[in-house]
């Protein structure tokens, strides 16, 4: 259809040439179409700022503007690039409407996708921070924010053009400019991969991280279809960032491409004032400021009559606002209204405008049929081992919703920082090769994570636990795991587990795992009623386990198998020499242990939707080598949680109980309740015994402010009910003890922070205040 508009006006001159004078005048085409000029359209960097463009967009398409070609910079360049796939401005409007930013840019799948193996540690550690060794040095993230969520939102929004290699073959030629981070040179992407070159784009300096992409270079000037004389391309890898830092509003790049007027829209941030400059973060962003402003106003003194500058006003929106799609992209509207004189004069009769809006429908390439999955980037990593968990399997026609959750299921094993997909045809010409790139995490494969418990009850009970977790992923190609885990201070202990997943056969998933642990804790002894501890006992045990387990995909896990404990009491306070003797003891059991769960919360703290279920039962023999010898035990330990939330507001809902039938002399335990949020007012362990029953309803409000490295403030109160009995007979619902608390938490880096308030009536029970950082 372009063809045919292109050669039109010359067909009917010649034409008009045969006819008589008065006939030929009545033919001329219009003078203002056979004289429109080459329009290009040009879209800046700026973050959620650019979002702005397609308000732009939107005033540019009631109004009849076609672009004849578009050049983008960062978030202009997705714009722009989703624009010339043939998306209109009506369908970016609805689809970033529906977009959830927050998860977009979460540094890891949604906690709910992750296997068993990678929640259970949220409980124990935060998975905010998290650094890694690699060649004996330690090393931390590049960025701030994920950019996988990014990619994958733009593979899925270019798919109907993804076979579409030449970006002069869009339904609008297309042009994204990134910064060499090597030469500090400019790049112009003008083929490839679309939904790559956009991300590449937009690699903020410390925000995301930059990407690895062979370019092909050539001279900017180089219009679409390219020169006779023009120099050879020549292909090269590039570590590729943000283009603002070389070219944030691409006019040049736009002329080159044989654009003869320019509408160009700078949505940059512009300068911060002098009280952001105080802090490292701040002065650090003005320097990029600073870069960028530099070429902007380079490029826009190169604009003539001919030109037109739009400069939405946004004021105070950021380049971080991205839950504020609607204002911004009402400003970019506001903006463009507002030169609709200017604006008109570029505009095309409707008829033009409908053939130009048709060529630029979007055709969804014919489906192919795979004939076999690959993976590539990784060097640390076996992904073929986990090709029979994917969804997308050789023979099946590609679809790309099945590619896009087996892709989120690769990032989910935490091993990589960029997980994307494309489909290529296979060198030997047996078909279409479905391809996962998967770029490795550069501070893997052995993981780290922090976390500190301080506690105090301000009444003289405190104490600390420094924590620290070690994961060393791909021991093996087949996937074998080392976790460690080290505390000390208050409750030292050290854990340590091999894993080894099995591959017994096509499909399967079962596991081995080995583990043992070390630990001591101190329990105190009340008499009942009372606030004090009769005895302070020294606990200290060794525990050996060896498991069969299977995952039950995203959902959780269950795990049988052998578990053997030692562990000695002793009196940690002066005593009389005959009570001492009694007190020391050693025991030790050895029995069968079955454990499963399910998890599917979204947030280990202060979670706001999703449950968690865990049933354990433990049977076998115990012996102290004196007085008790083999005798059997069983205990039961079942745990119940359900969040539900209506906008800020979470109802959290929780219960426990444990039953323990084993030898009226053992030692094991003893199970406790006592402290905030288990019976809060009470001393912490001041309730204990072998049966225990447990409730707590939990509602917390999620304030708008949101300090650093925490997911956000809590407000809230709970309300609890339970009681620990020395044995299951003696179990009475009459004896059930009410508590309660009132709380402000924040859900950090190190773990959750509370100041709470706690109260419990009734004997032994009273007011506690409670701070404390990490776990209760």
Same mark, same amino acid.
């Given at each position: 259809?372009?063809?045919?508009?292109?050669?039109?006006?010359?067909? /009917?001159?010649?034409?008009?040439?045969?006819?008589?004078?008065?006939?030929?005048?009545? /033919?001329?085409?219009?003078?203002?179409?056979?004289?429109?000029?080459?329009?290009?359209?040009?879209?800046?960097?700026?973050?959620?700022?650019?979002?702005?463009?397609?308000?732009?967009?939107?005033?540019?398409?009631?109004?009849?503007?076609?672009?004849?070609?578009?050049?983008?910079?960062?978030?202009?360049? /997705?714009?722009?690039?989703?624009?010339?796939?043939?998306?209109?401005?009506?369908?970016?409007?609805?689809?970033?409407?529906?977009?959830?930013?927050?998860?977009?840019?979460?540094?890891?799948?949604?906690?709910?996708?992750?296997?068993?193996?990678?929640?259970?540690?949220?409980?124990?550690?935060?998975?905010?921070?998290?650094?890694?060794?690699?060649?004996?040095?330690?090393?931390?993230?590049?960025?701030?924010?994920?950019?996988?969520?990014l990619e994958i939102l733009l593979r899925r929004y270019t798919r109907p053009v993804r076979q579409v290699r030449n970006f002069d073959q869009l339904p609008t030629p297309f042009r994204a400019i990134a910064t060499d981070m090597e030469t500090g040179a400019q790049v112009v992407l003008d083929d490839g991969d679309l939904a790559l070159a956009m991300r590449s784009s937009m690699s903020v300096p410390g925000v995301f991280a930059p990407t690895e992409m062979v370019v092909d270079l050539a001279p900017v000037d180089t219009p679409p279809g390219g020169r006779a004389d023009a120099p050879a391309k020549t292909a090269e890898e590039r570590i590729l960032g943000d283009g603002g830092l070389v070219n944030n509003l691409p006019i040049d790049v736009a002329r080159g491409m044989g654009a003869q007027s320019v509408i160009a829209v700078n949505v940059g941030t512009p300068l911060a004032p002098r009280k952001t400059l105080s802090s490292l973060v701040g002065v650090t962003a003005q320097m990029i400021n600073i870069l960028t402003e530099q070429n902007v106003q380079r490029s826009i003194a190169s604009l003539g009559e001919q030109d037109l500058l739009i400069t939405p006003l946004l004021g105070e929106l950021t380049s971080g606002d991205f839950d504020k799609v609607r204002e911004l992209i009402a400003q970019g509207e506001r903006a463009a209204e507002e030169l609709l004189p200017q604006l008109r004069r570029f505009a095309v009769p409707p008829e033009a405008y409908a053939q130009w809006q048709l060529a630029r429908r979007q055709r969804d390439a014919q489906g192919t049929r795979l004939a076999a999955i690959r993976f590539e980037g990784s060097e640390l990593t076996n992904p073929a081992v986990m090709v029979r968990q994917l969804q997308s399997k050789p023979g099946q026609t590609f679809d790309a919703e099945r590619a896009e959750r087996d892709a989120q299921h690769l990032a989910s094993s935490g091993d990589y920082e960029r997980v994307d997909y494309h489909?290529?045809?296979?060198?030997?010409?047996?078909?279409?090769?479905?391809?996962?790139?998967?770029?490795?995490?550069?501070?893997?494969?052995?993981?780290?994570?922090?976390?500190?418990?301080?506690?105090?009850?301000?009444?003289?009970?405190?104490?600390?636990?420094?924590?620290?977790?070690?994961?060393?992923?791909?021991?093996?190609?087949?996937?074998?795991?080392?976790?460690?885990?080290?505390?000390?201070?208050?409750d030292p202990r050290l854990f340590s587990e091999l894993y080894q997943p099995l591959q017994l056969g096509k499909g399967s998933d079962w596991f081995v795992s080995g583990w043992g642990e070390v630990g001591r804790r101190n329990i105190p002894l009340y008499e009942d009623g009372a606030d004090r501890p009769l005895l302070l006992l020294n606990r200290s045990a060794a525990t050996l386990g060896l498991d069969l387990g299977q995952p039950w995909a995203e959902l959780g896990e269950v795990r049988l198998g052998l578990v053997r404990q030692d562990w000695r009491i002793a009196s940690?306070?002066?005593?009389?020499?005959? /009570?001492?003797?009694?007190?020391?003891?050693?025991?030790?059991?050895?029995?069968?242990?079955?454990?499963?769960?399910?998890?599917?919360?979204?947030?280990?703290?202060?979670?706001?939707?999703?449950?968690?279920?865990?049933?354990?039962?433990?049977?076998?023999?115990?012996?102290?080598?004196?007085?008790?010898?083999?005798?059997?035990?069983?205990?039961?330990?079942?745990?119940?949680?359900?969040?539900m939330s209506w906008g800020a507001h979470t109802l959290n809902l929780y219960g426990r109980t444990l039953d323990a039938r084993q030898s009226p002399d053992s030692t094991q335990g003893p199970y406790t309740l006592g402290g905030f949020q288990q019976l809060s007012g009470y001393k912490k362990d001041q309730l204990s015994g072998d049966t225990l029953v447990f409730g707590r309803a939990t509602y917390y409000l999620r304030l708008r402010d949101k300090p650093v490295l925490t997911r956000g403030f809590f407000v809230g109160g709970s309300l609890e009910i339970g009681n620990a009995w020395r044995r299951s007979q003696k179990f009475a619902l009459e004896d059930l003890r009410p508590a309660g608390s009132v709380f402000l938490g924040a859900d950090t880096g190190l773990g959750p922070l509370y100041l709470a308030l706690g109260y419990a009536p009734g004997t032994g029970g009273g007011t506690a205040v409670y701070l404390f950082i990490g776990r209760p």
């Open positions: 259809m372009p063809a045919r508009l292109a050669f039109a006006p010359s067909f /009917i001159l010649c034409f008009a040439a045969l006819l008589p004078a008065g006939r030929a005048e009545e /033919i001329q085409p219009p003078a203002a179409e056979a004289a429109r000029p080459k329009l290009g359209l040009v879209l800046s960097g700026g973050g959620a700022r650019g979002l702005a463009h397609v308000g732009v967009l939107k005033v540019l398409e009631r109004e009849r503007v076609p672009a004849d070609l578009i050049t983008g910079t960062s978030m202009g360049a /997705i714009i722009g690039g989703l624009y010339a796939s043939g998306m209109s401005a009506a369908d970016l409007e609805r689809e970033l409407l529906l977009v959830s930013w927050d998860r977009v840019f979460a540094g890891r799948v949604e906690r709910q996708q992750l296997s068993q193996r990678r929640k259970e540690e949220d409980f124990e550690f935060s998975p905010v921070i998290e650094f890694g060794m690699r060649d004996g040095e330690l090393r931390a993230p590049q960025s701030t924010l994920s950019s996988r969520g489909v290529e045809p296979q060198a030997d010409g047996s078909g279409d090769a479905l391809v996962y790139t998967l770029e490795d995490k550069p501070w893997g494969p052995n993981y780290f994570r922090v976390g500190i418990d301080l506690s105090t009850d301000m009444a003289g009970d405190s104490f600390f636990n420094l924590r620290v977790s070690h994961n060393r992923h791909w021991l093996t190609p087949s996937g074998t795991e080392w976790r460690n885990q080290l505390s000390i201070g208050h940690r306070m002066q005593v009389a020499p005959e /009570i001492d003797a009694v007190l020391r003891q050693h025991w030790r059991e050895y029995g069968l242990r079955l454990l499963a769960v399910v998890d599917q919360l979204d947030f280990a703290n202060f979670p706001q939707r999703g449950y968690r279920l865990s049933a354990e039962l433990t049977s076998g023999k115990q012996s102290n080598g004196k007085d008790v010898r083999d005798a059997s035990f069983t205990r039961t330990e079942l745990q119940a949680n359900g969040v």
